[in-house]
């Protein structure tokens, strides 16, 4: 499989551009989102449907789970940045909240 690249220059604004939701690291190329979610099962239900992705293409976000709150950060750590996979990542991500919403 190839190394992923670091998105750069206008294929980066545009990809960052349909992830409204999401912000960039202050201290990395990464982006980071909060999601809130009714209650705990719901919020387990999505980490555990994002974990299937993640072992699907073999990228895995860096979370933590509170109750009813995932917080995420995506980074590409073969290319020390964000890459296609963080985007498509965090695009099925949104698409997933939006249905529990």
């Known amino acids: ?3 992923p690249s670091r ?4 294929d980066r604004t545009a990809a960052l551009a349909d992830l409204p939701a999401w912000s960039l690291a202050p ?4 982006l ?6 009714a209650d705990f099962r719901s919020a387990f239900g999505f980490m555990a449907q ?3 992705w993640a072992e699907k293409h073999d990228h895995h976000p860096e979370w933590s ?3 009813n709150r995932v ?5 590409t750590h073969d290319c020390d940045g964000i890459s296609a996979l963080d985007v498509a990542l ?3 991500m949104d698409g997933l909240a939006d249905g529990a919403a």
Do not use: S
């Open 65 to 67: 789970n509170v109750y």
């Open 32 to 37: 980071q989102r909060a999601f809130r979610f």
């Open 71 to 75: 917080e995420v950060t995506l980074t």
């Open 1 to 3: 499989m190839p190394r």
């Open 7 to 10: 998105l750069v220059g206008a």
């Open 90 to 92: 965090a695009c099925y």
């Open 50 to 52: 994002v974990a299937l």
């Open 27 to 30: 201290d990395r190329d990464a």
